[in-house]
């Protein structure tokens, strides 16, 4: 079983930075896509960032955060941060758990960022 174990959150002022990590742990052969997805209070969970053969953003992060990987590390630099990037950070994985055709998608448990005015 694949775990994605995140951390890097916390309670910053806006304008201030944080940056979260997520590492896999367990028996895999390989991971493809990894990203990073919010759910704040009451709305649906959305993608921030990915990154695989390329990165993308949502709009409303652009210029502000940056997703990176080294090997099966990805982290996620945000910058500029506010109110309204309150929400519990999730990192998502499509694992090959096996050499083959199959993928497999993992989410970690979730961190907590909060952004105070």
């Known amino acids: 079983q694949v775990q994605l174990v995140e951390s890097g959150g916390g309670l910053v002022q806006a304008g201030g930075s944080l940056r979260l990590s997520c590492v896999p742990s367990?028996?895999?052969?390989?991971?493809?896509?990894m990203g990073w997805y919010r759910q704040a209070p009451g709305k649906q969970r959305e993608l921030v960032a990915a990154?695989?053969?390329s990165t993308n953003y949502a709009d409303s992060v652009k210029g502000r955060f940056t997703i990176s990987r080294d090997k099966n590390t990805v982290y996620l630099q945000m910058n500029s941060l506010k109110p309204e990037d309150t929400a519990v950070y999730y990192c998502?994985?499509?694992?090959?758990?096996?050499?083959?055709?199959?993928?497999?998608?993992?989410w970690g448990q979730g961190t907590q960022v909060t952004v105070s005015s």
């Open positions: 990154i695989g053969g």
């Open positions: 998502n994985a499509d694992v090959q758990i096996f050499l083959g055709p199959s993928e497999y998608n993992f």
């Open positions: 367990g028996s895999f052969f390989s991971i493809k896509q």
